[in-house]
Structures are given as C-alpha cells and as structure tokens.
C-alpha cells in the first residue's frame, strides 16, 4: 500500500503542477522577461505585450489540461490498488509518461496562438 501511495503522489504532480502554475501565469505572468522562470521562447519574449499573452495563453491551457489529467491520474491509480508492487510502478510509470504530453503540448499550442496574433517582429497583428 506504501508503495501505492508513492507511485499515486508521484502521477499527481505533473496536474497538481499545471493547475498551479497555469493559475498563476492566467492571472499574471512574471514581472520581468527573464531566461530564468516563465514561458521562455525567443517568441514570447519579443516585448511585454508577447511575454503577456503567451503567458494568459499557456496558463488557459495548462489550467485546462490539468483539471483533465488530474481526475484521470486517480481513476488510472484506483484500478491499481491491491495489485502488485511491479504492475503499480510500470502502470504509474506510463501514466507519467502520458502526462508529459499535456505539460509539453503547451510549446506548439502557445507558439501557434503567438503567430496568430503577433507578427515576427512582436507587433500585434492588425484586425479587418
């Protein structure tokens, strides 16, 4: 059961962590365009009005993508109780495995929606 708990704690921290930090970046992206915390690309950080919406962007998403994972995670760990030690961490290690695709997803999903509305330079796309 130890072991379970483990491996359960140890699928819930990739949602736990795009809830947080999805939250947090939605809301308000970090203060200063920097290289070390925040939605780096050399697209978001063309100026504060990129750096901005890719964060407000890559927050929704997160934030969406974590409400699905998380459920899922407890679910996919529900069935596994009571089985054995190795079929807990070979599935609970899939199941992190799978989640790193809605925590990276967001990279091509951000870097769309930037291209979309900013042009090469960072300047906001005009509107007909």
């Not at 140890?10 to 939605?39: Q, S, W």
């Not at 050399?42 to 927050?59: L, P, Q, V």
């Not at 069935?79 to 992190?96: E, I, Q, Y």
């Not at 495995?97 to 291209?115: D, K, M, N, S």
Request: one cysteine or more; proline letters at 5%.
């Amino acid at each position: 059961m130890g072991f379970w708990i483990f491996m359960l704690v140890c699928d819930l921290l990739i949602p736990a962590t795009m809830l947080v930090f999805g939250a947090r970046f939605r809301k308000k992206a970090p203060a200063e365009i920097n290289m070390l915390f925040g939605y780096r690309t050399a697209r978001s950080m063309k100026n504060r009005e990129t750096w901005d919406f890719a964060h407000r962007c890559a927050g929704r998403f997160w934030v969406r993508a974590g409400w699905v994972t998380l459920p899922l995670a407890v679910i996919a760990m529900l069935l596994l109780l009571g089985k054995p030690a190795n079929v807990v961490g070979l599935f609970g290690a899939l199941l992190c495995l799978a989640e790193l695709f809605p925590l990276l997803a967001v990279v091509p999903v951000t870097e769309r929606a930037l291209r979309r509305e900013f042009d090469a330079l960072g300047q906001r796309r005009k509107r007909m």
